[in-house]
């Protein structure tokens, strides 16, 4: 059985037995795209999913923005050591000065979570985050607890890229990524023209859980059209997997079409680890580069070190091995949400590694 043929029929079994609604999958090998499957349905009324439908990928967004971060360095208008405040002044507010990009990108920088009382008005506007982050008080010094932060991640380090670049990061991420990969199909703010195609996200929990917060159901978040709309660069990319996978390709081995987006030694210096520890946010061992999980630290990633990447929460991922060129993205429909449950995503790695002779 083909490759394609074996995938396809595991996301076709996976949706018709109820466990999955709507799957895109992409994987590239050595530069040449050699999966690209589509199944499923995008929305209630049972519109079917299409390669190109953006769907949001919640912290899979963190790894394309960690590359324009990279991108930023390997042009020497940032260090990686360097202030935040350097950039973004207020930020240094109640004893946060010390906060450099490395301590962001590596989740040590001590403000993990933000205050409960942040609405979805608030989540959708992001001049107002910005001002709430710069407002937040650290609950650990810079470097000292590996804390993942969820949110806290994105907005700082949208604003020294802004700082530097004096572009929009939407703008940057549409200019300095997309374009020179010709994808059309990923966004960090999604522009009004693109709306009616976006795909919405359900879950599996039924109503077990409610949306009496603003992450009490998190799909009302994710299908929050001001939400969608507005700069989140920790989590509110829309983007299909095959522009997902696009970029990790051109982060590997010849790139794509010509395009490498960072340099080999850059992404040597990007997937260094910078802490293997339990995460006091994640409650199990992770282990970080400057922006991107290691290796075992997601199950679909397999157990090499060298492979990189991020996942979102409920189920979709991104991520490279550069060892063996594979690039490997994955979105979807129905987050899931039942603890312990099986990693998709893993299921179908797995199979592709397998045919492509490619160790764990």
Not at 13 to 40: P, S
Not at 246 to 252: D, I, K, N
Request: aromatic share 8%; proline share 6%.
């Amino acid at each position: 059985m083909s490759l394609v043929q074996e995938l396809t029929n595991h996301i076709e079994f996976a949706i018709g037995t109820g466990r999955e609604e709507g799957i895109q999958l992409c994987v590239y090998h050595r530069g040449h795209c050699i999966v690209d499957i589509t199944r499923g349905v995008r929305d209630d009324a049972g519109t079917p999913l299409t390669p190109v439908d953006p769907v949001l990928v919640w912290s899979t967004s963190k790894g394309i923005t960690a590359t324009c971060m990279h991108i930023l360095a390997e042009r020497g208008l940032i260090n990686y050591d360097d202030s935040v405040a350097r950039y973004w002044p207020e930020f240094a507010k109640h004893g946060k000065s010390a906060i450099s990009i490395r301590h962001l990108m590596s989740h040590t920088a001590g403000i993990p979570h933000l205050p409960d009382w942040v609405s979805f008005d608030d989540y959708a506007n992001y001049a107002r985050m910005c001002e709430i982050v710069a407002d937040m008080t650290p609950v650990s010094r810079a470097g000292q607890i590996p804390a993942y932060h969820g949110l806290t991640y994105g907005w700082p380090l949208a604003k020294v890229l802004e700082a530097v670049d004096n572009r929009p990061f939407g703008q940057f991420v549409q200019e300095e990524i997309c374009w020179p990969l010709d994808i059309r199909d990923l966004f960090i703010g999604l522009p009004a023209d693109r709306v009616a195609s976006a795909a919405r996200l359900s879950h599996d929990l039924g109503a077990q859980i409610t949306a009496d917060s603003a992450f009490g159901d998190p799909t009302a978040m994710a299908n929050h059209p001001g939400i969608q709309a507005t700069c989140m660069p920790a989590a509110n990319m829309m983007a299909s997997a095959h522009a997902i996978a696009r970029v990790y390709a051109a982060l590997v081995g010849e790139g794509v079409d010509g395009v490498r987006l960072l340099t080999t030694r850059r992404v040597e210096i990007a997937t260094k680890v910078q802490r293997w520890a339990h995460d006091h946010t994640l409650d199990t061992e992770r282990g970080f580069g400057l922006g991107y999980f290691l290796g075992s630290s997601l199950p679909a990633m397999g157990t090499r070190d060298t492979t990189f990447g991020h996942d979102g929460f409920g189920g979709a991922i991104g991520f490279a091995d550069p060892v063996h060129e594979l690039a490997f993205s994955m979105t979807k429909t129905r987050m899931t949400l039942t603890p312990n449950a099986p990693t998709f995503s893993a299921e179908l790695a797995t199979i592709v590694r397998t045919h492509l002779n490619i160790p764990a």
